[in-house]
């Protein structure tokens, strides 16, 4: 009996392990011209986020948050068609990764990952 318990109890905690660890967000889309996409998260201070993208077309990028009614941008690069490395927070905040699209369409691969 003890063993047929203990399968469900082994599942079940690691269904929780695996709900607690953050994944790595995957995204592959095209962005009409002028248009963007973001994604974001929620970073306490020091957690790092390993990040990798890469267009068929120039886009903006940043990384930004919010403290209304300023927004704050520790990234910003302009008409990249890839870019990539560790975000690290500095302070505890909802980060958004986002790309604009420029004068064209833009297909965009990439992902963030906890590191």
Known sequence: MKKLLALPCLIA???A????APEAKRFAMTLEAKKMHEECVRLEAGEKRA??????APLDFNIHYHHH???????KRDAMRGDGGTFIAKSAEDYCWMWTARDKPAKLDG?????
């Open 111 to 115: 992902r963030i990952e906890a590191k």
């Open 13 to 15: 905690c690691a269904a």
């Open 17 to 20: 392990f695996a709900a607690g």
């Open 69 to 75: 009614p300023e927004v704050f941008y520790p990234v």
């Open 51 to 56: 990040y990798a993208w890469k267009s068929d």
